[in-house]
């Protein structure tokens, strides 16, 4: 079956860069998927890495490499508002998505 | 933001009791999905529909029964409400199946005594 593995926390304080990993075993393999859920608020969806490499977007950075069943997400110049717990998530034999337990990330002042 | 939106918001009801959680979307996307988020459990999938009156089980599907008449409507029925149901209900839709984003509605608290 799918699973997913991230670390449960992560620490960081502000202005610096954090990396979030995520390996996964999975059927079918379309991409890596990310999303960030702050307390009590709703998941939101940050990138989709379908091909090997990094995507950027602003201070969010998503990395894949398809051949180590591996990826992460990069977030650079830490905010406060950025603490929140971050997921990853992957195809189930195409036909919906398994989220990883998630990663909860605090940033420090 | 995408147009989903999830009612009731909050929810507290008594063993045994039926309950309905309705997602309605205004985005016409047509996969939608139930998931519960308990702590120390992350997402897991409950129920999901790839269309209309085409749905299948989750991960976690005892207990729980979905329905979708209308492109835009998805309900989620607990037949019995169990205590073990109490958690917070997430609907999602997506464009395509197993790929991209996911987009979520803001969720429902449902706590069963």
């Known amino acids: 079956g799918q699973s997913l593995e991230q670390p449960s926390e992560v620490t960081a304080v502000e202005g610096a860069i954090v990396q979030i990993n995520c390996t996964y075993q999975?059927?079918?393999?379309?991409?890596l998927s990310w999303y960030q859920q702050h307390d009590g608020g709703a998941p939101t969806f940050l990138s989709y890495n379908a091909l090997d490499g990094l995507e950027e977007t602003g201070r969010f950075s998503s990395f894949l490499s398809r051949s180590d069943s591996y990826g992460y997400l990069l977030l650079q110049e830490l905010q406060m508002k950025d603490s929140a717990s971050y997921f990853c998530a992957v195809p189930n034999y195409g036909q919906n998505f398994v989220f990883g337990p998630g990663t909860r990330l605090s940033v420090l002042p | 933001d995408a147009g989903i939106t999830q009612s009731p918001r909050h929810k507290v009801t008594e063993t045994g009791t039926p309950v309905t959680l309705r997602c309605h979307q205004t985005e016409n996307h047509r996969y939608m999905y139930w998931y519960r988020q308990d702590p120390g459990h992350g997402l897991r999938l409950i129920h999901y529909?790839?269309?209309?009156?085409?749905?299948d089980k989750g991960e976690v599907s005892d207990g729980y029964s979905v329905s979708r008449s209308k492109t835009e409507d998805f309900l989620l029925t607990l037949e019995s409400a169990t205590s073990s149901q109490t958690s917070v209900y997430f609907c999602?839709?997506?464009?395509?199946?197993?790929?991209?984003?996911?987009?979520f509605g803001p969720g429902t608290r449902l706590t069963v005594t």
């Open positions: 999975t059927s079918g393999f379309y991409g």
């Open positions: 999602a839709i997506s464009e395509r199946s197993g790929r991209g984003e996911q987009y």
């Open positions: 529909s790839y269309g209309v009156k085409d749905t």
